[in-house]
């Protein structure tokens, strides 16, 4: 039942309290997690993309990210992700001073695709933790050198240090769903015999010297978060138990927050989701003949599906919040305020949230005025569907703007012929009879 607006009180709330991260006070709990928009063309900051962050902000949330920002060119799977560089500082303000103005904070995803970018876009043989074919983009990575291991580093900080003078209150490393980082402490893509692989120790050396290198570059004061697997979803991969302890090699590094999620993008994409696997909308979106034969004859059997539940990844982070003593957020299945208060009480620092703000972007305004008490989503997924083709939006609002603007349309004219028939009998009255 929705609560009365009007006896609701919101200060009553944990969720919609200001909260203190790593040096910076948010005015409520609740972050737009990482969402791929599919707005930057060119790898460039555009308008849509300004308005659909200043949208969130406007709507209520805490902190908004802006997803996903590449490192470097190379990390880019699509051409329409933006990856650091000083010639979209300027576009880069611009979106910061317009989340600031409606009152949120504004953080940046930092990442590199490693062995699942695309060749295509960075135009070259991706790399990553070891040799590996990647079915995701039907391509074969080399495997990374001490050298570029240095070098994607050095990019890190780069982009940290850039995205700070571009206003972001925040960075958040992208250190999960099988990008590079995730690469190397997943046994499943890293397989070298150099202290880069083998044993825990050397497959988070890495990750960890990425997290400990930004922070000495932020200092203390400024928000690190990291995104990391609790596990990848696939045999061979990252399990719990290791993620644990990774999630205290990350504190003793330097990270700020942790937020715990799951999946592996180029493997299990919709573990990290759960719900529909929307298989003809991605047909639908993909440009390449070959990609669109493949998906439309093997894509219920390449892309597995995950039962949806509400907060399905509690338990797992619950595990890695009691093993470290720095801030954790929750992802993963957040629908209504009952789950956001429940998270926050047993010890969650904030709650992200993904879907439920692509339905609706006034999600968070409108829970804390009482106005609704939970997410209409019903995770059919096809805005991940959609999102590398028209950008990320929620298809099943859009289809029910159209349904109502087509029967107000149908209405018109059936009105505009009603009256018009009712004044041609006026007119003439004999024509009526005849």
């Not at 573990?271 to 529909?276: N, Y």
């Given at each position: 039942m929705v609560p009365d607006p009007m006896t609701?009180?919101?200060?009553?709330?944990?969720?919609?309290?200001?909260?203190?991260?790593?040096?910076?006070?948010?005015?409520?709990?609740?972050?737009?997690?990482?969402?791929?928009?599919?707005?930057?063309?060119?790898?460039?900051?555009?308008?849509?993309?300004?308005?659909?962050?200043?949208?969130?902000?406007?709507?209520?949330?805490?902190?908004t990210t802006v997803s996903y920002c590449s490192v470097s060119e190379d990390g880019r799977a699509f051409g329409h992700e933006l990856w650091m560089r000083t010639e979209i500082l300027p576009g880069l303000r611009r979106l910061t001073d317009a989340v600031h103005a409606e009152g949120a904070a504004v953080s940046i995803q930092l990442g590199h695709c490693g062995f699942f970018a695309s060749p295509s876009v960075i135009d070259r043989r991706p790399f990553g933790a070891s040799p590996k074919f990647c079915l995701f983009r039907l391509s074969y990575c080399d495997e990374m050198s001490e050298e570029d291991i240095e070098k994607k580093t050095d990019d890190f900080v780069r982009a940290a240090r850039l995205a700070r003078q571009a206003?972001?209150?925040?960075?958040?490393?992208?250190?999960?769903?099988?990008?590079l980082l995730s690469q190397f402490l997943s046994p499943w893509t890293n397989r070298?015999?150099?202290?880069?692989?083998?044993?825990?120790?050397?497959?988070?050396?890495?990750?960890?010297?990425?997290?400990?290198?930004?922070?000495?570059?932020?200092?203390?004061?400024?928000?690190?978060l990291v995104k990391m697997n609790q596990c990848d979803g696939m045999r061979g991969g990252l399990e719990l138990d290791e993620s644990i302890e990774v999630a205290r090699s990350f504190e003793a590094a330097g990270a700020g927050a942790l937020v715990?999620?799951?999946?592996?993008?180029?493997?299990?994409?919709?573990?990290?989701?759960?719900g529909g696997v929307p298989v003809r909308e991605m047909v639908r979106a993909q440009s390449s003949f070959f990609y669109r034969l493949g998906l439309s004859l093997f894509g219920r059997t390449m892309v597995q599906r995950y039962p949806f539940?509400?907060?399905?990844?509690?338990?797992?982070?619950?595990?890695?919040?009691?093993?470290?003593?720095?801030?954790?957020?929750?992802?993963?299945?957040?629908?209504?305020?009952?789950d956001m208060e429940t998270l926050v009480d047993e010890g969650f620092a904030f709650v992200q949230l993904g879907r439920a703000t692509i339905r609706d972007p006034d999600f968070v305004r409108r829970l804390e005025h009482g106005e609704l008490d939970r997410s209409d989503c019903d995770q059919c997924n096809r805005c991940i569907a959609t999102m590398s083709v028209e950008g990320v939006r929620c298809v099943t609002a859009d289809l029910a703007t159209t349904d109502r603007a087509l029967s107000q349309r149908g209405t018109r004219l059936i009105r505009r012929r009603l009256v018009g028939e009712y004044h041609s009998s006026v007119a003439n009255p004999k024509e009526d009879h005849e």
């Amino acid at each position: 039942m929705v609560p009365d607006p009007m006896t609701y009180n919101h200060n009553n709330s944990p969720v919609f309290s200001p909260f203190a991260l790593d040096g910076m006070t948010l005015r409520n709990r609740t972050i737009r997690s990482g969402c791929f928009e599919g707005m930057s063309q060119e790898g460039t900051v555009t308008e849509r993309l300004i308005d659909h962050h200043r949208r969130l902000a406007a709507g209520g949330i805490g902190m908004t990210t802006v997803s996903y920002c590449s490192v470097s060119e190379d990390g880019r799977a699509f051409g329409h992700e933006l990856w650091m560089r000083t010639e979209i500082l300027p576009g880069l303000r611009r979106l910061t001073d317009a989340v600031h103005a409606e009152g949120a904070a504004v953080s940046i995803q930092l990442g590199h695709c490693g062995f699942f970018a695309s060749p295509s876009v960075i135009d070259r043989r991706p790399f990553g933790a070891s040799p590996k074919f990647c079915l995701f983009r039907l391509s074969y990575c080399d495997e990374m050198s001490e050298e570029d291991i240095e070098k994607k580093t050095d990019d890190f900080v780069r982009a940290a240090r850039l995205a700070r003078q571009a206003g972001f209150d925040a960075v958040e490393i992208h250190a999960g769903h099988g990008y590079l980082l995730s690469q190397f402490l997943s046994p499943w893509t890293n397989r070298r015999g150099d202290r880069y692989g083998g044993s825990l120790e050397n497959r988070v050396r890495f990750p960890a010297e990425v997290v400990r290198r930004v922070r000495a570059e932020m200092g203390g004061g400024y928000p690190i978060l990291v995104k990391m697997n609790q596990c990848d979803g696939m045999r061979g991969g990252l399990e719990l138990d290791e993620s644990i302890e990774v999630a205290r090699s990350f504190e003793a590094a330097g990270a700020g927050a942790l937020v715990p999620s799951c999946g592996f993008t180029a493997k299990t994409p919709f573990h990290m989701l759960r719900g529909g696997v929307p298989v003809r909308e991605m047909v639908r979106a993909q440009s390449s003949f070959f990609y669109r034969l493949g998906l439309s004859l093997f894509g219920r059997t390449m892309v597995q599906r995950y039962p949806f539940e509400p907060l399905f990844l509690l338990e797992g982070a619950r595990r890695i919040r009691d093993a470290v003593s720095i801030p954790v957020g929750y992802i993963g299945g957040v629908l209504s305020r009952t789950d956001m208060e429940t998270l926050v009480d047993e010890g969650f620092a904030f709650v992200q949230l993904g879907r439920a703000t692509i339905r609706d972007p006034d999600f968070v305004r409108r829970l804390e005025h009482g106005e609704l008490d939970r997410s209409d989503c019903d995770q059919c997924n096809r805005c991940i569907a959609t999102m590398s083709v028209e950008g990320v939006r929620c298809v099943t609002a859009d289809l029910a703007t159209t349904d109502r603007a087509l029967s107000q349309r149908g209405t018109r004219l059936i009105r505009r012929r009603l009256v018009g028939e009712y004044h041609s009998s006026v007119a003439n009255p004999k024509e009526d009879h005849e």
